[in-house]
C-alpha cells in the first residue's frame, strides 16, 4: 500500500517569507497528488494539485514541485501571509484499482509578524 | 462557489447508539467518499461510492459501518453501535469524476461516551 509523510510536524515563517514543505511517498505508481490546507475545526481545503506527467505546476501564490525519481512532493508558498496559517496535508492517490487518498501527517505553518 | 455540506456540526452519542452523519455533495459530481480523522492523526479513507454502491472501501470500513444515497442530493454515513474509537471527525468529499480533485465538506465531530 501507500505510505505518506511529511518531513517537517511545524514550521514557522516570517510574514513575506516564501514557505516551503515537503512530503515524500512510498508507491512508484502513485500518479495523482493534491496539496490541502486545513485550518482548525474545517475540512481540507484544496491548494493545488499535480499528475504525474508533469514535475510543476502553479497557481496563485504557490507552487507544487513533484520529484518522481526519489518520490518526493513539495509546496512552495510565496510571499507568506497570516492567513496562510494552517496544517497542510500532501495526499496521493495510487494507480490501478485503488483510487482513494492517503494523506500525509500534516505541517502546522506557523506565520510570525 | 458550490460546496460539500455536512449535518450536524457536532454530535455526541452514549457508545452502542446508531448514529447517522449526514452529507450534500457538490451537485454535478458523481463519486462521493468518506473519510475520518482522529484527533491529532492523520485523514482515513473509509469508503468510496458511485452509482448507487460501493467502488472501495478500506479496512476501518467493517460491518459496523454504512453508506448510501436515500435521495439526489443526500449522503449518508451510518455508524451502528458506536465505540469510544469511533470518536474522530468525519469528512465527506466529491468529486466529479473518478479521477478528478476531491472537494470536502467542513466535517462533523463525533464523539462517543
Known amino acids: 500500500g501507500e505510505s505518506v509523510g511529511l518531513h517537517l510536524p511545524t514550521l514557522s515563517v516570517q510574514e513575506g517569507d516564501n514557505s516551503i514543505i515537503n512530503c515524500a511517498y512510498s508507491?512508484?505508481?502513485?500518479?495523482?497528488f493534491i496539496w490541502y490546507k486545513q485550518e482548525s475545526g474545517k475540512g481540507p481545503q484544496f491548494i493545488i494539485d499535480?499528475?504525474?506527467?508533469?514535475d510543476k505546476r502553479q497557481g496563485q501564490r504557490v507552487t507544487v514541485l513533484l520529484n518522481k525519481t526519489v518520490k518526493h512532493l513539495s509546496l512552495q508558498i510565496a510571499a507568506t501571509q497570516p492567513g496562510d496559517s494552517a496544517v497542510y496535508f500532501c495526499?496521493?492517490?495510487?494507480?490501478?484499482?485503488?483510487?482513494?487518498?492517503?494523506f500525509g501527517s500534516g505541517t502546522q505553518l506557523t506565520v510570525l509578524p | 462557489e458550490p460546496e460539500v455540506t455536512q449535518t450536524p456540526s457536532h454530535q455526541v452519542t452514549q457508545m452502542g447508539q446508531e448514529v447517522i452523519l449526514r452529507c450534500v455533495p457538490i451537485?454535478?459530481?458523481?463519486?462521493f467518499y468518506w473519510y475520518r480523522q482522529i484527533l491529532g492523526q492523520k485523514v482515513e479513507f473509509l469508503v468510496s461510492?458511485?452509482?448507487?454502491?460501493?467502488?472501495?472501501k478500506s479496512e476501518i470500513f467493517d460491518d459496523q459501518f454504512s453508506v448510501e444515497r436515500p435521495d439526489g442530493s443526500n449522503f449518508t454515513l451510518k455508524i451502528r453501535s458506536t465505540k469510544l474509537e469511533d470518536s474522530a471527525m468525519y469528512f465527506c468529499?466529491?468529486?466529479?469524476?473518478?479521477?478528478?480533485?476531491?472537494?470536502f465538506g467542513p466535517g462533523t465531530r463525533l464523539l462517543v461516551l
Open positions: 468529499a466529491s468529486s466529479e469524476a473518478r479521477q478528478e480533485t476531491q472537494y
Open positions: 508507491n512508484s505508481a502513485s500518479d495523482y
Open positions: 499535480i499528475r504525474s506527467n508533469m
Open positions: 495526499a496521493v492517490r495510487g494507480s490501478g484499482s485503488a483510487r482513494q487518498l492517503t
Open positions: 451537485s454535478n459530481h458523481l463519486y
Open positions: 461510492f458511485y452509482n448507487n454502491e460501493i467502488s472501495e
